[in-house]
C-alpha cells in the first residue's frame, strides 16, 4: 500500500490525468508480467463524491487499484497479490514509485505498508 500526498490535480484535468496513470499502470504491469484480465476507471465531479477518482486494474492473481482526491492531494494505491511468488508485484510497486515521482515531482510518499498474505512468507 502506498498512500501519497502532495499530488494535486485539478477538477478539470481529472480524467487526463487518470488516463495517463491508468496507462503508465498498464505499461508496468506488462513489462513485470502481471497479466490484466479487466479494468475500471471513474472519475467523480465533486457533486456525490469529492472530485478525484479511482480505478482498478483486476490482475489475474490480484488487482491494482489507485484512489485520488485530487483537489486534497492525496492518492492511496494498493497492490495485492495472491501469487506464491511476488516478485514481479513487488517490481510493479518500484516502477508505481517511478510513475509517480515522473508524474507528480512534488508528491511525497507519506506511507508504505506491505503485509505478508496467507500464501507468501
Not at 21 to 44: Q, T, Y
Request: charged letters at 30%; one cysteine or more; aromatic letters at 8%.
Amino acid at each position: 500500500m502506498l498512500d501519497y500526498t502532495k499530488c494535486y490535480i485539478k477538477q478539470e484535468d481529472t480524467e487526463n490525468t487518470f488516463k495517463e496513470l491508468m496507462d503508465g499502470f498498464k505499461d508496468i504491469c506488462k513489462n513485470n508480467k502481471l497479466r490484466v484480465v479487466g479494468e475500471r476507471m471513474v472519475c467523480f465531479d465533486g457533486s456525490l463524491s469529492p472530485s478525484g477518482g479511482t480505478f482498478i486494474l483486476m490482475l489475474d492473481e490480484s488487482h491494482i487499484s489507485l484512489h485520488s482526491y485530487g483537489e486534497e492531494g492525496i492518492i492511496a494505491i494498493d497492490c495485492f497479490t495472491c501469487a506464491k511468488d511476488p516478485k514481479n508485484h513487488i517490481n510493479a510497486v518500484i516502477d508505481i514509485k517511478k510513475l509517480m515521482k515522473d508524474i507528480f515531482p512534488e508528491g511525497n510518499l507519506l506511507k508504505e505498508h506491505s503485509v505478508g498474505r496467507f500464501v507468501t512468507n
